[in-house]
């Protein structure tokens, strides 16, 4: 009897273990969670001319709404380059985030250009934040894709 009473002590802390994993992951997704990525964006107006941006997008893929307050571009040591001309395309601050949705924020890619120039930072150091309603901060992995 001892080695079933061994075996069944195993099995509870094994189906506890489990259990406890799934509360912690239930857990994780019942609230907001924010990604932030960048790319390369063309414009184009109404008369045909293009411009180049720099396109940032926040997605909310967890469970619970949030809004976004703000957006920057983090210059390492050097300050923040904050877009103070919203771009016609941007979505208006604070842009609300449900549940599985995306907000865009553009900002024209000369402003880094010249930023980047500027302070002497290559764009491999520079990458977007977005702040939320909360307080909270959340950083692009990705740095400017400018060459």
């Not at 019942?30 to 997008?57: D, F, P, Y």
């Not at 957006?71 to 103070?84: E, M, P, S």
């Not at 016609?88 to 900002?107: G, I, M, R, T």
């Not at 930023?115 to 990458?127: D, I, L, W």
């Amino acid at each position: 009897m001892d080695s079933l009473d061994r075996v069944a002590a195993w099995f509870g802390v094994a189906i506890s273990v489990v259990g406890l994993g799934w509360q912690i992951i239930t857990w994780r997704m019942n609230r907001h969670h924010v990604k932030v990525k960048v790319a390369n964006a063309l414009s184009i107006s109404n008369l045909g001319q293009t411009e180049h941006c720099i396109v940032i997008e926040v997605f909310n893929v967890g469970k619970d709404p949030i809004s976004v307050s703000n957006w920057w571009i983090a210059i390492k040591r050097k300050g923040n380059l904050v877009c103070t001309v919203q771009h016609p395309w941007s979505q208006n601050l604070p842009a609300f985030l449900a549940p599985n949705h995306s907000a865009k924020f553009y900002l024209h890619a000369e402003e880094a250009r010249r930023a980047s120039a500027e302070t002497g930072v290559p764009f491999t150091k520079m990458n977007p934040w977005v702040q939320l309603s909360n307080g909270s901060y959340v950083r692009s992995r990705k740095p400017l894709p400018l060459t």
